[in-house]
Every structure is written in C-alpha cells, then in structure tokens.
T-cell receptor, first 111, second 114 residues
Framework: SQTIHQWPATLVQPVGSPLSLECTVEGTSNPNLYWYRQAAGRGLQLLFY??????ISSEVPQNLSASRPQDRQFILSSKKLLLSDSGFYLC??????????FGPGTRLTVL | GNSVTQMEGPVTLSEEAFLTINCTYT??????LFWYVQYPGEGLQLLLK?????DKGSNKGFEATYRKETTSFHLEKGSVQVSDSAVYFCALSPTTSGTYKYIFGTGTRLKVLA
C-alpha cells in the first residue's frame, strides 16, 4: 500500500532563515506530487505541483521554491523566510484515479 | 473559472443530530467532486468522492450526491458523533486538467457536543 511521509512535523524558524521541508512517497511510481499551504483558519492554497523528476510548476508567486530530485521525493525550500510563510504545509500525491492523498503535514512557525 | 463555495462555519451540533454541510461549485465540463476531512493537527483524509452527475459517494455514514442541475455536492450524515468533530473540505478536480489540480473550498469546522 502507498504511504506518504513529511518531515519535520513541526518547525520554528526565525525570519530570514532558510527552509527545507521534505516529502516522500512509498508504494507507487511516477506520482503527481503537490505542495499546499494552509494558513490559520483558511483553506488550502496550491503552491507547486510536479508530474515528474525535475518538472515543477508554480501556482503562486512567492519566495518559496520546490524541487523533485527523485521520483518519489518532493522538497519545499526557501532561502529567506518571511513571517507570512507561517502555516501548515501539506504534501499530497495523486494516482491514476484523480484522487489526492495527503501527508500528515508540517507546522511551520516563523518568528 | 473553477471555484468551490462552502457554507461558513463553525457548525455546532448535539450528538445524534442530522448534519448538512453545503457545497456548490462552478466549473466547465464535468469535474470530479470530493469531500475531505481534517482532524486537529493532521493532514486531510479523503472521505468520499463522486465522478459524474447523480453519483452518490458514501463512507462512514456520510454521503453526498453530485447534482449537476444545482451544481451542488452537499455533505450529509444522519446522526453525528463527537468523533466527527473536524474540518470538512469540499474540492473539485477539473476533468480538463491532466495534473488534477484541485480547487478547495475554505473548509467548514464541525463541532459535535456530547
């Protein structure tokens, strides 16, 4: 069966520091991968999606970037965090049936 | 463009009450529709889905019917439990998008009191 992992689970970072969040999927090949952000009390905003290794599409202009160095690995990064980057970051993978399956999320607090 | 509108929360109910969470959508073509549930501090879990008009998705006592004539996908449960307390998200996946980029509603928080 397929599983999706995210780490770290929680992170507290100062403004201006770098960021690296990792997502890995097991039990499937060539999945579509997605990064979402959920701000406090709000819905989900799609940040990036990827249909294959090295293929990244950005949905929202921001100071975040994403990379997919391996088939089942998706990384969200920033060189300098802003206060507004605080939120709950969710990774998801999509199979052939157009459902998306979400990871447990990373709670990021920027101080 | 594509959009999803959910009723504003929070919704507070007593245990065993009937639940309805309204969801309407705007989309071209024939999107797939989903309900996801998010328990505190966790990711989203797929609750149910429907892929064509008049389909009824159901799971764990929850159900929703894809109504193309009213562009709606309301979530219902006959008798809620305290354990159903969570945030519920309605979402659509446009069929014209091979990458299946979801459009999510803003979520509706449900609180069930014992």
């Amino acid at each position: 069966s397929q599983t999706i992992h995210q780490w770290p689970a929680t992170l507290v970072q100062p403004v201006g520091s770098p960021l690296s969040l990792e997502c890995t999927v097991e039990g499937t090949s060539n999945p579509n991968l997605y990064w979402y952000r959920q701000a406090a009390g709000r819905g989900l905003q799609l940040l990036f999606y990827s249909v294959g290794i090295g293929q990244i599409s950005s949905e929202v202009p921001q100071n975040l970037s994403a990379s997919r160095p391996q088939d089942r690995q998706f990384i969200l990064s920033s060189k300098k965090l802003l206060l507004s980057d605080s939120g709950f970051y969710l990774c998801a993978w999509g199979g052939g049936g157009n459902e998306q399956f979400f990871g447990p999320g990373t709670r990021l607090t920027v101080l | 463009g594509n959009s999803v509108t959910q009723m504003e929360g929070p919704v507070t109910l007593s245990e065993e009450a009937f639940l309805t969470i309204n969801c309407t959508y705007t989309a071209t073509g024939y999107p797939s529709l989903f309900w996801y549930v998010q328990y505190p501090g966790e990711g989203l879990q797929l609750l149910l889905k429907a892929t064509k008009a008049d389909d009824k998705g159901s799971n764990k006592g929850f159900e929703a019917t894809y109504r193309k004539e009213t562009t709606s996908f309301h979530l219902e449960k006959g008798s809620v439990q305290v354990s159903d307390s969570a945030v519920y998200f309605c979402a659509l996946s446009p069929t014209t998008s091979g990458t299946y980029k979801y459009i999510f509603g803003t979520g509706t928080r449900l609180k069930v009191l014992a």
